[in-house]
């Protein structure tokens, strides 16, 4: 079968990256499509990936919607000329769109909910999801998207970072210049210039060198950033590959952040979150709820103070991350490995759709 993998973000290269080999080793043909966006050119580099750029998007939010056409078809030229995907698979949009302009399937994932998102990224969500075959969400996603979702008890995250995958690389200390036993934090930054991000924003550059200030009290500071940092702290930007940065998250005391996806990562290593930014509150996504309220793995907030305040307790707390560990396992425990969940369902679509209505059950030999 040939199978078309479309990336959009470093963390959805992380999530195909072991996917793909599965597939692979299995006989199947697999072309990877890369949008040229943050680090995700960097991280499919770094992994050694073959990929053709299906988008070069603009800078601005308007301006990726206006081009979205032009790039679609172009993407569909590709594919039609050069490969003639069976099945295509994505995060939405670029997928979806393009599978149809194939006459291919269509197997999606997402974690994004869309009623908790702007009118923006709901919209384009009801535009694109008529052309889905199947789409596939954690077991927490608080929408109900019809007969086409397949829930799964999983994360998106834990298709990189189940234990079967990620073996935490203790040279990341030597590349920050660490001591062994070196303690730190880690402070991870989003630039907020997606379509879904409109109207929704994290630290202020104020925030960022206050957070930095006082946290330094007790720890040595790590930035990473999607965007630019205020000069007074562009000294603790790391300088390491971003195919490490798991090792990164690994290792630290504790993730500070305003991203979604990191604050999951982090949770999932055994790592302390404080997760700030608008979408927080009684409408959050569900993952960020469920690792909050069941597993006590993050914390959620949108004022800036309870976020320094939680992290000046939390660091000065004896075995945390023995703790947080304790955590993990009981987490890895409940949850299946969402890697090869995909790989049978891509693997078996259609069939694998009646086998799951009439034995959900089945989902837990993926443990």
């Known amino acids: 079968m040939n199978i078309a993998i479309f990336a959009n973000t470093p963390a959805q290269v992380h999530f195909y990256k072991n996917i793909m080999l599965n597939l692979e080793e299995h006989g199947h043909q697999v ?3 890369v949008r040229n966006y943050g680090e995700t050119l960097e991280v499919a580099n770094e992994f050694g990936l073959e990929y053709a750029i299906h988008s070069n998007p603009s800078s601005s939010k308007a301006g990726k919607i ?3 056409p032009w790039e679609l078809l172009k993407t569909y030229n590709i594919l039609r000329r050069k490969f003639k995907p069976d099945l295509v698979s994505g995060f939405g949009v670029y997928d979806a769109f393009t599978s149809v302009l194939l006459g291919s399937r269509c197997i999606e994932f997402t974690d994004s909910e869309p009623k908790i998102n702007n009118l923006a990224y709901a919209t384009q969500f009801r535009l694109y999801m008529p052309f889905v075959d199947a789409i596939i969400t954690p077991e927490t996603f608080t929408d109900d998207l019809g007969r086409k979702q397949i829930r799964v008890n999983s994360f998106k995250e834990l298709a990189y970072l189940h234990p079967h995958y990620f073996k935490p690389d203790w040279k990341i200390k030597e590349m920050l210049s660490l001591e062994k036993d070196e303690e730190y934090v880690l402070l991870r930054f989003n630039a907020f210039d997606a379509v879904h991000d409109l109207g929704i924003d994290g630290f ?4 960022k060198v206050l957070l930095v200030k006082e946290i330094e009290n007790y720890a040595k500071v790590f930035i990473s950033s999607e965007a630019g940092v205020p000069d007074a702290i562009k000294d603790r930007v790391m300088k390491i590959p971003k195919s490490k940065i798991h090792d990164a998250i690994y290792y630290a005391k504790m993730l500070i952040t305003d991203t ?3 604050a999951t990562e982090a949770a999932l290593l055994g790592t302390p979150a404080i ?3 608008h979408f927080v509150g009684p409408n959050d996504m569900g993952n ?5 309220k069941n597993y006590g ?3 959620n907030y949108r004022e800036p103070d309870r976020v320094i305040n939680k992290a000046i307790e939390l660091i000065q707390r ?3 991350k023995k703790e947080w560990n304790e955590k993990r396992e009981r987490l890895l425990r409940d949850k299946i490995d969402i890697t090869a969940f995909m790989v049978w369902i891509i693997e078996n679509y259609p069939e694998c759709v009646g086998t799951l209505k009439h034995n959900p059950e089945i989902s837990n030999r993926f443990r």
């Open 297 to 299: 793995m993050i914390f």
């Open 275 to 277: 997760r700030r930014n």
């Open 288 to 292: 960020f709820i469920e690792l909050e």
């Open 318 to 320: 004896n075995n945390l």
């Open 204 to 207: 202020s550059a104020k925030d």
């Open 66 to 68: 206006i081009l979205l």
């Open 260 to 262: 979604q996806t990191m």
């Open 31 to 33: 072309m990877l499509l």
